[in-house]
């Protein structure tokens, strides 16, 4: 693809994105001052009005268009690094909170979400605003003691969110591979003295996926080759060549379809939630069904896995990773249609607030008048949307892992059936929602003043003053950094990054399944390793690669040829076990052996089975097999061979053996 049109002269700018983050500052600023010290109704207080149904809705249709743009201009992430660069520890992030970073932010999701259903929080001014000082002082404080932004990596749950949308976005930034391999000075990850590398800590030139990059552009102000370009895509293309997976981030996946399809009923059949608060409490009821609903939505893809695996002979976990993020689609465009219908009813609230306080009677898009049947339209045309791109994700996800055909076929059925019954349940959804508001279009502003004024009154008296609230903000900023600066008088910033040379050589390996959810678990290992060791990044860069298209070679091939272990289930097992009466085929289980040396890095891949004549003949010649799904294979062992000239495959023993050496030069670091 080619790069946007004059969009590497914006992103290399030094005003970009800190013009941005200086008016996006100040708007939250203004915000929070309405809040606090505005009337407590929500159809009077501009800021609620402003930040519930225009800026929320606004950002959810935001990863569509542009990704996670906003994550660059968030204001939030732009006071963390303020405070980062003159107070901060820039203390390393430690190895749980990266391990487990997808479970603390699908928990902040889930407390937030909870929290704004059960406080009613669109109705209460202030505790919209406390929750936004709980945001901010959580940020100064992970900004003092960690390195980069580390909360917006793993502990954000905005950022979550970005995680999962941001896939389907339809701008992408990534690196040209020819360039990035032969580049030595590995800027986009390491920085410079003027700019930092990736403030998401990732590897930009090496990546894949928009889930965590935020368009900062430091890697295109870095880059010495001029790699990175903004480029254009279209909608939902980066599930069609998923190659990496995560349970993490499939869970996440689930966790937030169950949460916004969840709140769309509560919305769309107020008389279940309130049957459910009269008998067990407001509270106790609506947690439960929130549990329970959640669970059902975690069923549906588990059943779903199940059948699946029966199809293709692959493990539950690995359809449950891989085939998860074909809903991402259905679930976003489910969200924008929610979207829209905040922002006709901010519509209607402006128009009544600029009508009261300023005597404008400016006709907006008044929900009354034209809500009602377009509104409908667009929401089920973008369920509709949805439910066409999931189905050609699943269908291009199945045909990346399952080249034959007839068993791609049959492994997207069970999962199109759950997005087909995610479709009807959120359609049915809207059409009582419709039907249930056709006679009362118009909002009580009464009542949702009376609302108001019962949370504040029974959930907050010391916030009831927003002097208070001035005050307490005041003291947690000037507290935060005060602690840093004490703290780095005792403690050195970080942690020193050991020599290479010098180090005894140190093994370590690893038992995975030949599954392309494991890519990550490996690459994850030998980053901590190396890390360890001191290895610079482009060392860890280049075996992140080599193990990427290894496994990926395993994968393919296992997985077309249909090749399980040499003692596989014969023609006449194979229909009997997709039905389950006969044993299952047993997995491919892979052994990494990792040799750290004080001048080079061993890495070896190992798996039982027969002699690979095709990838001797490969390695041997540079011949394809003239199968389709080995040919691309294929790709992955040439690419190896042009990069790691100590390519080499063995078999003795029963045991294929595929590995590499990796010279460790001066300037690796």
Same mark, same amino acid.
């Given at each position: 693809?080619?790069?946007?049109?004059?969009?590497?002269?914006?992103?290399?700018?030094?005003?970009?994105?800190?013009?941005?983050?200086?008016?996006?500052?100040?708007?939250?600023?203004?915000?929070?001052?309405?809040?606090?010290?505005?009337?407590?109704?929500?159809?009077?207080?501009?800021?609620?009005?402003?930040?519930?149904?225009?800026?929320?809705?606004?950002?959810?249709?935001?990863?569509?268009?542009?990704?996670?743009?906003?994550?660059?201009?968030?204001?939030?992430?732009?006071?963390?690094?303020?405070?980062?660069?003159?107070?901060?520890?820039?203390?390393?992030? $430690?190895?749980?909170?990266?391990?487990?970073?997808?479970? /603390? =932010? %699908?928990?902040? #999701? +889930? !407390?937030?979400?909870?929290? &704004?259903?059960?406080?009613?929080?669109?109705?209460? $001014?202030?505790?919209?605003?406390?929750?936004?000082?709980? /945001? =901010? %002082?959580?940020? #100064? +404080? !992970?900004?003092?003691?960690? &390195?980069?932004?580390?909360?917006?990596?793993?502990?954000?749950?905005?950022?979550?969110?970005?995680?999962?949308?941001?896939?389907?976005?339809?701008?992408?930034?990534?690196?040209?591979?020819?360039?990035?391999?032969?580049?030595?000075?590995?800027?986009?990850?390491?920085?410079?003295?003027?700019?930092?590398?990736?403030?998401?800590?990732?590897?930009?030139?090496?990546?894949?996926?928009?889930?965590?990059?935020?368009?900062?552009?430091?890697?295109?102000?870095?880059?010495?080759?001029?790699?990175?370009?903004?480029?254009?895509?279209?909608?939902?293309?980066?599930?069609?060549?998923?190659?990496?997976?995560?349970?993490?981030?499939?869970?996440?996946?689930?966790?937030?379809?169950?949460?916004?399809?969840?709140?769309?009923?509560?919305?769309?059949?107020?008389?279940?939630?309130?049957?459910?608060?009269?008998?067990?409490?407001?509270?106790?009821?609506?947690?439960?069904?929130?549990?329970?609903?959640?669970?059902?939505?975690?069923?549906?893809?588990?059943?779903?896995?199940?059948?699946?695996?029966?199809?293709?002979?692959?493990?539950?976990?690995?359809?449950?990773?891989?085939?998860?993020?074909?809903?991402?689609?259905?679930?976003?465009?489910?969200?924008?249609?929610?979207?829209?219908?905040?922002?006709?009813?901010?519509?209607?609230?402006?128009?009544?607030?600029?009508?009261?306080?300023?005597?404008?009677?400016?006709?907006?898009?008044?929900?009354?008048?034209?809500?009602?049947?377009?509104?409908?339209?667009?929401?089920?045309?973008?369920?509709?949307?949805?439910?066409?791109?999931?189905?050609?994700?699943?269908?291009?996800?199945?045909?990346?892992?399952?080249?034959?055909?007839?068993?791609?076929?049959?492994?997207?059925?069970?999962?199109?059936?759950?997005?087909?019954?995610?479709?009807?349940?959120?359609?049915?959804?809207?059409?009582?929602?419709?039907?249930?508001?056709?006679?009362?279009?118009?909002?009580?502003?009464?009542?949702?003043?009376?609302?108001?004024?019962?949370?504040?009154?029974?959930?907050?008296?010391?916030?009831?003053?927003?002097?208070?609230?001035?005050?307490?903000?005041?003291?947690?900023?000037?507290?935060?950094?005060?602690?840093?600066?004490?703290?780095?008088?005792?403690?050195?910033?970080?942690?020193?990054?050991?020599?290479?040379?010098?180090?005894?050589?140190?093994?370590?390996?690893?038992?995975?399944?030949?599954?392309?959810?494991?890519?990550?678990?490996?690459?994850?290992?030998?980053?901590?390793?190396?890390?360890?060791?001191?290895?610079?990044?482009?060392?860890?860069?280049?075996?992140?690669?080599?193990?990427?298209?290894?496994?990926?070679?395993?994968?393919?091939?296992?997985?077309?040829?249909?090749?399980?272990?040499?003692?596989?289930?014969?023609?006449?097992?194979?229909?009997?076990?997709?039905?389950?009466?006969?044993?299952?085929?047993?997995?491919?289980?892979?052994?990494?052996?990792?040799?750290?040396?004080?001048?080079?890095?061993?890495?070896?891949?190992?798996?039982?089975?027969?002699?690979?004549?095709?990838?001797?003949?490969?390695?041997?010649?540079?011949?394809?097999?003239?199968?389709?799904?080995?040919?691309?294979?294929?790709?992955?062992?040439?690419?190896?061979?042009?990069?790691?000239?100590?390519?080499?495959?063995?078999?003795?023993?029963?045991?294929?053996?595929?590995?590499?050496?990796?010279?460790?030069?001066?300037?690796?670091?």
């Amino acid at each position: 693809m080619t790069q946007l049109f004059r969009t590497r002269k914006i992103l290399k700018s030094s005003y970009f994105p800190s013009s941005l983050q200086i008016l996006a500052t100040l708007m939250l600023v203004v915000g929070l001052y309405y809040l606090m010290t505005g009337p407590q109704a929500t159809d009077r207080n501009i800021g609620s009005i402003l930040m519930w149904f225009f800026w929320w809705p606004l950002f959810v249709i935001q990863y569509l268009l542009i990704g996670r743009f906003w994550c660059s201009v968030c204001p939030f992430g732009a006071l963390g690094d303020l405070v980062r660069k003159r107070f901060g520890l820039d203390l390393a992030v $430690p190895e749980f909170v990266k391990k487990y970073a997808l479970m /603390i =932010i %699908g928990v902040l #999701i +889930l !407390v937030i979400l909870w929290a &704004e259903e059960v406080l009613d929080l669109q109705n209460d $001014p202030m505790g919209t605003a406390i929750l936004l000082f709980v /945001i =901010i %002082g959580l940020v #100064i +404080l !992970v900004s003092v003691i960690f &390195e980069r932004r580390a909360w917006c990596r793993y502990m954000c749950p905005l950022g979550g969110m970005g995680v999962v949308y941001a896939r389907v976005g339809m701008l992408q930034l990534r690196g040209n591979p020819d360039k990035c391999r032969t580049c030595r000075a590995v800027l986009c990850a390491k920085g410079t003295a003027k700019v930092e590398g990736c403030p998401m800590a990732e590897f930009p030139s090496i990546k894949d996926s928009n889930a965590y990059c935020i368009f900062c552009g430091n890697c295109v102000k870095v880059c010495p080759k001029d790699s990175a370009k903004l480029e254009f895509r279209l909608p939902s293309k980066e599930l069609w060549v998923l190659r990496k997976t995560r349970l993490g981030e499939a869970v996440l996946t689930l966790l937030l379809g169950g949460v916004i399809s969840c709140i769309f009923f509560m919305h769309g059949f107020p008389e279940v939630t309130q049957g459910m608060a009269e008998r067990f409490g407001r509270v106790a009821g609506f947690s439960l069904f929130f549990v329970l609903w959640q669970t059902g939505f975690f069923l549906v893809m588990a059943v779903a896995s199940h059948v699946a695996s029966r199809l293709n002979h692959m493990s539950e976990k690995m359809n449950f990773c891989v085939f998860s993020f074909a809903l991402i689609p259905l679930i976003l465009c489910a969200h924008l249609g929610h979207g829209l219908m905040l922002l006709f009813r901010g519509g209607d609230l402006l128009q009544r607030y600029l009508e009261a306080g300023f005597g404008l009677e400016y006709s907006l898009s008044s929900y009354a008048d034209t809500g009602g049947l377009a509104l409908a339209g667009v929401q089920f045309l973008l369920l509709a949307v949805g439910l066409v791109l999931s189905v050609v994700a699943a269908r291009h996800i199945a045909q990346s892992f399952l080249a034959r055909s007839g068993r791609a076929k049959l492994s997207v059925v069970p999962f199109n059936a759950a997005f087909v019954l995610f479709a009807v349940l959120n359609g049915w959804i809207l059409i009582h929602w419709q039907l249930q508001s056709a006679g009362n279009r118009e909002i009580s502003a009464q009542r949702m003043a009376d609302a108001a004024l019962k949370g504040a009154s029974s959930l907050h008296g010391f916030w009831q003053s927003s002097l208070n609230v001035t005050l307490f903000f005041l003291a947690l900023c000037v507290f935060m950094p005060l602690a840093a600066w004490l703290l780095r008088r005792f403690f050195r910033p970080g942690v020193e990054r050991r020599e290479n040379r010098g180090l005894e050589e140190e093994t370590r390996r690893l038992n995975v399944l030949a599954e392309a959810s494991e890519i990550v678990s490996v690459q994850d290992e030998l980053s901590r390793f190396a890390q360890s060791r001191g290895v610079g990044v482009k060392t860890v860069f280049d075996l992140n690669m080599a193990i990427q298209e290894m496994m990926t070679y395993i994968v393919i091939t296992r997985t077309n040829a249909d090749i399980i272990e040499e003692d596989g289930v014969d023609s006449l097992r194979r229909p009997l076990a997709a039905l389950g009466l006969a044993d299952r085929p047993k997995r491919l289980h892979l052994d990494f052996v990792i040799t750290m040396n004080p001048d080079s890095v061993y890495l070896a891949m190992e798996w039982s089975g027969r002699v690979e004549a095709d990838l001797r003949l490969v390695l041997a010649l540079g011949l394809g097999t003239g199968d389709v799904g080995l040919i691309r294979a294929d790709r992955q062992i040439r690419f190896l061979m042009r990069y790691h000239k100590s390519l080499k495959y063995e078999h003795s023993g029963g045991v294929n053996r595929l590995s590499l050496v990796r010279e460790l030069a001066e300037g690796d670091d």
